[in-house]
């Protein structure tokens, strides 16, 4: 949904040129391993979510976005959309926030819930919920670290866990496939 922001967030391609700025790797591997992290997170409600009606609507959606894909595409087609989101929601959302003054944390919070908010147009539970385990650790992440790739690093490693490999507990199975 917010990938089409992202391409067209000019504002948030703008300001990467006005804030040119290098990152550390160790910045970048802490932006992964939340990824990671957010992944087992994720995970684990999908196998509690996959026991609910609702739940197991949601993953039956998500199962069907990637249906016809083959993995090597699905990892390449997760590249922009997490590079296009993190760039309008931390840079052209969450930057002019800080620039005025506004508190890290009121501008992390008050990001990650409209960023949860867009996602939870699905309607279903675990978009949203997802959202704001991303929102909340992309955005430290660029807050803490003065840099968009670490958010980056962390939107990519859980957008390739999630949907291209191992992905989420498929219904109706044990565990990944």
């Known amino acids: 949904m917010t990938v089409g922001l992202g391409g067209s967030g000019i504002p948030g391609f ?8 290098q990152t550390s790797g160790r910045w970048v591997g802490l932006g992964l391993l939340a990824g990671l992290g957010g992944y087992g997170v994720t995970a684990a409600g999908a196998v509690v979510a996959r026991r609910l009606a609702i739940g197991r609507r949601s993953l039956e959606e998500i199962q069907q976005c990637s249906q016809g894909v083959s993995r090597p595409w699905a990892a390449l087609l997760v590249v922009p959309a997490g590079m296009g989101e993190e760039i309008f929601w931390r840079e052209a959302v969450l930057g002019p926030y800080l620039d005025r003054g506004q508190s890290e944390i009121g501008a992390l ?47 990519l490693a859980y ?19």
Not at 14 to 21: D, F, I, Y
Not at 118 to 132: C, E, H, K
């Open 159 to 177: 957008s390739e866990l999630c949907f291209v490999a191992p992905g989420l507990p498929r219904v109706g199975s044990k565990r990944p496939k």
């Open 14 to 21: 703008s300001r990467l040129r006005q804030h040119p700025g």
């Open 109 to 155: 919070v008050g990001t990650t819930l409209v960023y949860a908010a867009v996602q939870a147009g699905s309607l279903q539970p675990l978009p949203p919920l997802g959202a704001l385990l991303l929102g909340a650790g992309a955005g430290w992440l660029r807050i803490r670290s003065g840099s968009i790739w670490p958010a980056v690093a962390a939107h």
